[in-house]
């Protein structure tokens, strides 16, 4: 299947700092790409979704401005925690799927962030 | 609203074999699929079923029946490494950002 890349695979960071999540489509077109949060124990939440060229549209309850994305290429897309607080320690995942390709998404290694 | 069900805990002993069950409730369907999850790490993709019917892939075989939003996923000959969580999602009706609903998760423990 394609390859979907995520870095840094873990991060700790102090409060009030921000941290860049970079997610990589290696061998396809991610045309649209999907972030997600995983609390422990819990299902998937869908952060925001994003078109290549476009601005994300986020889900009810997911602040945009403390969680900037940007899909600037096919194969690039970020997620930019800001100011963040310990509450915002969790497991963020990225899904990147070419549309014309078909269904399936596929997902990043995931980044597990720890906020202090 | 959107909804997805399926049990939160299976145990199964090795080498035997195992359903896991989910419905959903949603507003659109353009399929549904199967992740398997390991602790700590990403989804990883099973199946992914849009007509009714029965997919076969190895050990891993999944069910679907849109007029009863129904689907499971049956394990074969079950292993030791097939004990994580098992993701049941559905892909609505959205266009190209056709988003994926996700249910809470199946944790199976296979004992030996």
């Known amino acids: 299947g394609a390859v979907v890349s995520q870095h840094p695979s873990w991060v700790i960071c102090k409060s009030g700092t921000s941290v860049k999540i970079e997610c990589r489509s290696l061998d396809f077109q991610a045309t649209t790409m999907f972030w997600y949060r995983q609390f422990p124990k819990q299902s998937l939440m869908l952060m925001a979704t994003?078109?290549?060229?476009?601005?994300?549209?986020?889900e009810q309850g997911v602040e945009k401005d403390k969680f900037l994305i940007n899909h600037a290429s096919l194969t690039l897309s970020t997620l930019t925690v800001t100011s963040a607080h310990p509450e915002d320690s969790s497991f963020y995942i990225c899904?990147?799927?070419?549309?014309?390709?078909?269904?399936?998404?596929?997902f990043g290694q995931g980044t597990r962030l720890t906020v202090v | 609203g959107q909804n997805i069900d399926q049990p939160t805990e299976m145990t199964a002993t090795e080498g035997a074999i195992v359903q896991i069950n989910c419905t959903y409730q949603t507003s659109g369907f353009n399929g549904l699929f199967w992740y398997q999850q390991h602790a700590g790490e990403a989804p990883t993709f099973l199946s992914y079923n849009v007509l009714d019917g029965l997919e076969e892939k190895g050990r891993f075989s999944s069910f679907l029946s849109r007029s009863k939003g129904y689907s499971y996923l049956l394990l074969k000959e079950l292993q030791m490494k097939d004990s994580a969580s098992y993701l049941c999602a559905v892909s609505l009706n959205a266009g190209n950002n056709r988003k994926l609903i996700w249910g809470l998760g199946t944790s199976l423990a296979v004992n030996p």
């Open positions: 899904s990147a799927r070419d549309n014309y390709m078909g269904t399936e998404a596929f």
């Open positions: 994003s078109n290549e060229g476009s601005k994300a549209t986020y």
